[in-house]
């Protein structure tokens, strides 16, 4: 068995940008991965181009028990530092909408990088390495299915829930509770609404259909896209949304997000002024999908009569439920589909400059095994940059 100076277990974004930024320190390090290949959720993210970060990274679009955990990381290593990176290699990228960068060929570009900068700072990489035990006396012992390794130095970058099919598993949280350190509870996020069953019902025969919507859920509001699907709702929006919902808690959506309430309620009054003989719901598909403009309008038990004979109330009301449609998600999509577990190991057990546990020296947490989770559209990407710098500035 010999010996490291530091041991890396998970070779995703987190593990491979600490195991290279610690081997550039001169650092032994060996960098242990499960699977057969490295970068299994990079590969896949941005519909195979990665968003690798976002030019809107403030910790203010990050949850966690401890909301300022993560400032520190974020201040110390930002997206333009990964920017540059990616711009050394070559890899040309461009920006969508709301900050977001991705790759112009594959995400395959981002994981060759890292590999490479690994390589160059002397990093041993380990692939197929089923870990069995940790263990801790003057050192860290990994005793693994490719061998032993010893280090003064443990760090544990393997990664959420999320995802089981390309390998996700709960050897982070079991290994910080061998140790003594506080979970949070963790939960699928990031992911699609389920409804229940009587909306399920109600809403069955708009799956497919997407719009504009802006959702609202604990205070948070996101002005995206909506899927309906066959289960509930989805799209960037409802994503968005789920990160801040907890059982029990409502959603909100605006469906028509352009309009505010006194221009919605303003251009109705128009219509009626106008005279308008058009049925209430062939006006709704000026502004809405036209199956959704009909759901809307059946929901709320309007008769089928004309726009101008339509009480005020009924409009109202009619008005309410578009701007503010309120419904209860039976849960979530769950961890098969989510892009990020929220929740995780406990930040107040952690260093926020380093990562490095406060009880046990030596060991440290990174990634998406803390709890710690951006929003859509790059910022996990970039928490894993941001927070495996940190601990390979330290190890």
Request: hydrophobic share 40%.
């Amino acid at each position: 068995m010999d010996p490291y100076d530091v041991v890396v277990i998970g070779a995703g974004a987190a593990g491979m940008m600490c195991a290279m930024e610690a081997g550039r320190r001169g650092r032994r390090v060996a960098l242990l991965e499960h699977a057969s290949v490295i970068g299994r959720k990079i590969r896949i993210s941005g519909g195979g181009r990665c968003n690798f970060t976002n030019r809107g990274v403030v910790p203010e679009r990050y949850v966690s028990a401890n909301p300022n955990f993560c400032r520190s990381a974020l201040s110390r290593y930002t997206p333009e530092d990964f920017v540059e990176l990616v711009r050394s290699h070559g890899i040309a990228f461009h920006e969508k909408t709301l900050g977001q960068l991705f790759c112009d060929r594959s995400a395959q570009q981002v994981i060759d990088m890292l590999v490479k900068e690994c390589r160059r700072a002397g990093v041993e990489i380990v692939l197929n390495c089923q870990v069995h035990t940790l263990k801790k006396t003057d050192e860290f012992l990994v005793k693994a299915s490719t061998g032993d390794y010893s280090a003064d130095a443990l760090v544990i970058a393997t990664g959420g829930l999320s995802l089981p099919k390309i390998g996700a598993t709960h050897f982070g949280y079991r290994a910080a509770e061998q140790f003594g350190v506080r979970v949070i509870p963790t939960a699928a996020a990031l992911d699609a609404f389920v409804f229940s069953a009587n909306d399920r019902r109600r809403f069955e025969e708009l799956a497919g259909i997407s719009l504009p919507a802006a959702v609202t859920c604990q205070g948070a509001r996101f002005e995206e896209g909506i899927i309906f699907t066959h289960a509930g709702l989805s799209g960037p929006a409802a994503l968005q949304a789920s990160l801040y919902w907890q059982p029990g808690r409502k959603v909100s959506v605006d469906l028509l997000p352009s309009l505010s309430m006194e221009e919605l309620r303003g251009w109705f009054a128009e219509k009626k002024t106008d005279g308008s003989g058009a049925k209430v719901e062939t006006l709704l598909a000026e502004r809405l999908p036209k199956r959704v403009a009909e759901r809307f309008y059946k929901l709320h038990d309007m008769t089928p009569r004309s726009l101008a004979q339509q009480p005020a109330a009924a409009l109202e009301s009619l008005c309410r439920g578009l701007k503010a449609w309120t419904f209860m998600p039976h849960g979530t999509a769950g961890y098969g589909t989510a892009e990020v577990t929220r929740g995780g190991v406990d930040t107040n057990a952690l260093s926020s400059k380093t990562m490095e546990c406060h009880t046990v020296p030596g060991l440290y947490f990174i990634g998406e095994v803390v709890d710690v989770t951006g929003w859509l559209g790059g910022y996990n990407f970039q928490w894993a940059w941001s927070s495996g710098w940190a601990a390979g500035q330290a190890v």
